[in-house]
């Protein structure tokens, strides 16, 4: 149930939903919304003080410093991390000018801005949020941040603290201005890249945006609102995100979950590929989380997060790597294999649709896709073309008298005899039944002429088959269309002119070869 202030935040549910965008923008109902809140996260006033001066280029250490001193609980703070967590310096600091000094300008700001939104946690018993868990992600991912920031050699290391303490921020505010709503998002689960997704869904952006609204209002720097407002991105994002932010936030996660292992496995390969940074590197950061953790946690007075043996989370990790690549490459396999079987049965279909299953030679309706580019280039390059149709003589009567077993060898056997013709100049296959053709590109009539003549006298001396010991011969009777210019329409023009030769040949007497003229439509 909301409270009575949270209710007065909660204008309509409607209103947010019908105007959700999918563009990185703050939807207009929900700025509304934002803005009509009287209990939004706010800051002291001491706080706000420190914000605008650390704004201000000319702002000294002393001023800063004298500022602090104004709240006595946020000076012990200062002077807790100041002597422990970054700066274990032999020398403790006493004084608030000091801590500032040793802290810098932008770990004092993140130590205020954090302490004073901490805070609030007394005044919001109503929230369906995790608070305890917020802040143990919050700051681990400041410290983590941090870290890696001073890894990598970064200059602005408290900057990167600052923002990965303040990246969600926004849900703060939601949690507060769009309270009926938000209970439902974070209520069941700790899961970051789940809620994201569910704001987007049910708000129209996610709380990145809004926390940089909130942290422009509050007068933030605009490196730390811009920072907040990309948080969000993940290491292949264009453009380019702060890997260091990300990098925290999932550290934080796999910290916090509750199989860690898992989720720092993921962060194994992808670290070394964007931050520079190994096993041993991330071993040495979880060591010093771990070492700092119990200071912080009591500065913000946070339940002490779970803590690590560093070296068997990590060979831990190793392991669930290394099982997750195996079955990685087992599934690659079990791809590449099945790939195979798919490109076989492909080139089979392709056989299968070319080729001629008893004979192996082209199939009709290749020969014919064949002839008519072959006719298409003839005509364009202005070539000649000849076409030899051949029919087996008498073929009926060979199946009749000693069997199909026998009529199939017989064209099996002439296929071979016709394969030991083609080449590049003479192409040819199986027409159908005991029909063969052979197509000659950019060939003369002689030459035409000349093949079927050397195919008619290689059949007269070849036996097709074997019976009883006995030779069968066969005769085939051959028809030649040739084409040169115009003489023919099509390529079906030209086969048929070819097969007309076949018939003359045929009527002449089988076992002869006749040439179709296409002018005088009878022998040449
Ligand atoms: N064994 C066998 N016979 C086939 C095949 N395809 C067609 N045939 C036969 O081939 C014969 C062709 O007979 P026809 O068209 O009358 O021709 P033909 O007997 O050769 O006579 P002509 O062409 O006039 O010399 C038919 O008996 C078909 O059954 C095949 O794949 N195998």
Redesign the pocket.
């Known amino acids: 149930m909301p409270t009575s202030s949270q209710s007065a935040c909660s204008a309509s549910k409607d209103t947010i939903s019908a105007t959700a965008l999918t563009e990185p923008e703050l939807p207009a109902a929900l700025q509304a919304r934002l803005q009509a809140c009287s209990t939004l996260p706010s800051l002291p006033d001491v706080v706000m003080r420190v914000i605008a001066l650390a704004k201000a280029p000319d702002t000294s250490l002393h001023e800063l410093a004298r500022c602090l001193e104004r709240d006595p609980a946020l000076t012990l703070r200062l002077l807790s991390l100041a002597n422990s967590v970054f700066h274990s310096q032999a020398r403790e600091v006493a004084s608030c000018l000091e801590a500032v000094s040793r802290l810098g300008i932008d770990a004092t700001l993140s130590v205020a801005l954090g302490f004073g939104l901490a805070q609030r946690r007394d005044s919001s018993e109503a929230t369906r949020l995790d608070l305890d868990h917020f802040w143990q992600r919050a700051l681990i991912s400041a410290l983590a941040g941090h870290r890696l920031a001073m890894q990598t050699g970064r200059p602005d290391a408290g900057s990167v603290f600052t923002i990965a303490l303040l990246q969600d921020i926004g849900m703060l505010a939601l949690d507060t201005a769009a309270s009926d709503i938000y209970g439902d998002i974070v209520s069941d689960t700790h899961d970051h890249a789940v809620i994201i997704e569910r704001e987007r869904q049910l708000l129209g952006c996610d709380h990145a945006l809004v926390g940089a609204w909130l942290a422009e209002r509050w007068g933030l720097p605009e490196r730390l609102v811009d920072g907040i407002a990309a948080s969000h991105g993940s290491f292949d994002t264009q453009p380019p995100r702060d890997g260091c932010i990300i990098a925290a936030a999932l550290i934080a996660d796999a910290w916090l979950s509750t199989t860690p292992a898992h989720l720092f496995a993921e962060l194994l390969p992808s670290l070394p590929q964007h931050l520079d940074l190994d096993t041993a590197n991330l071993r040495e950061l979880i060591t010093t989380l771990q070492d700092d953790l119990p200071t912080i946690a009591q500065l913000f007075e946070i339940t002490l997060p779970p803590g690590f043996d560093a070296q068997q989370l990590l060979l831990e990790a190793k392991q669930v790597l290394h099982a997750h690549n195996q079955r990685l490459n087992a599934q690659l396999l079990t791809q590449c294999q099945e790939m195979e079987r798919l490109r076989n049965h492909q080139a089979q279909l392709d056989r299968r649709i070319r080729f001629d299953a ?1 004979t192996g030679l082209y199939n009709r309706a290749y020969l014919e896709e064949l002839l008519e580019a072959h006719f298409l280039s003839a005509r364009k390059k202005r070539t000649s073309l000849a076409v030899v149709f051949i ?7 060979l ?1 009749d008298c000693h069997g ?1 077993r026998l ?2 060898e017989v ?1 099996q056997n002439f296929a071979e005899l016709l394969r030991g013709q083609l080449c590049d100049r003479v192409q040819g296959g199986r027409y159908g ?2 029909e063969f053709l052979l197509i000659l590109p950019e060939t003369s009539q002689e030459f035409a002429v000349l093949v079927a003549e050397t195919l008619c006298r290689r059949l007269a001396d070849t036996p097709m088959a074997w019976l009883d010991g006995e030779p069968v011969h066969v005769t085939a009777s051959l028809g030649i269309a040739h084409m040169e210019g115009d003489d023919y329409d099509n390529a079906r023009d030209l086969i048929h002119a070819a097969d007309q030769g076949m018939y003359m040949a ?1 009527r002449g007497g ?1 076992a002869r070869i006749a040439h179709f003229n296409p002018a005088t439509g009878s022998p040449q």
Do not use: T
């Open positions: 008893l029919d087996l003589d008498h073929f009926k009567r199946n199909h009529g199939d064209l039944g005991e045929k089988r």
